[in-house]
């Protein structure tokens, strides 16, 4: 099972990677994440993807937000309630 860090950790280590990819000197993203992750003690694709998914909650990229996916994950189980409950209904 993914173990779940805190928001503020998440939020803290992608504004570092985008702190240290403001500097004119800084080497590509890959390796400022590759650097950074084991710092962190978090796996490079861990930092990777929260990185990406700072950029599409930002607009910056395409993809499905973070409150929009959380929406969608609720009404999937409200569906899945309703559902249920016709379903005891009918019998």
Request: hydrophobic residues 35%.
């Given at each position: 099972m993914p173990k779940r860090y805190p928001a503020s950790f998440r939020d803290r280590a992608v504004r570092m990677v985008f702190d240290r990819l403001e500097h004119e000197d800084a080497p590509s993203r890959y390796r400022v994440i590759k650097d950074l992750a084991p710092k962190l003690s978090i796996t490079t694709e861990t930092l990777r993807r929260w990185v990406e998914q700072?950029?599409?909650?930002?607009g910056d990229?395409?993809?499905v937000t973070t409150s929009a996916a959380e929406e969608i994950r609720r009404l999937?189980?409200?569906?899945?309630?309703?559902?249920?409950?016709?379903?005891?209904?009918?019998t």
């Amino acid at each position: 099972m993914p173990k779940r860090y805190p928001a503020s950790f998440r939020d803290r280590a992608v504004r570092m990677v985008f702190d240290r990819l403001e500097h004119e000197d800084a080497p590509s993203r890959y390796r400022v994440i590759k650097d950074l992750a084991p710092k962190l003690s978090i796996t490079t694709e861990t930092l990777r993807r929260w990185v990406e998914q700072a950029e599409v909650d930002a607009g910056d990229k395409p993809g499905v937000t973070t409150s929009a996916a959380e929406e969608i994950r609720r009404l999937k189980r409200e569906n899945q309630e309703l559902r249920r409950a016709n379903g005891c209904m009918t019998t």
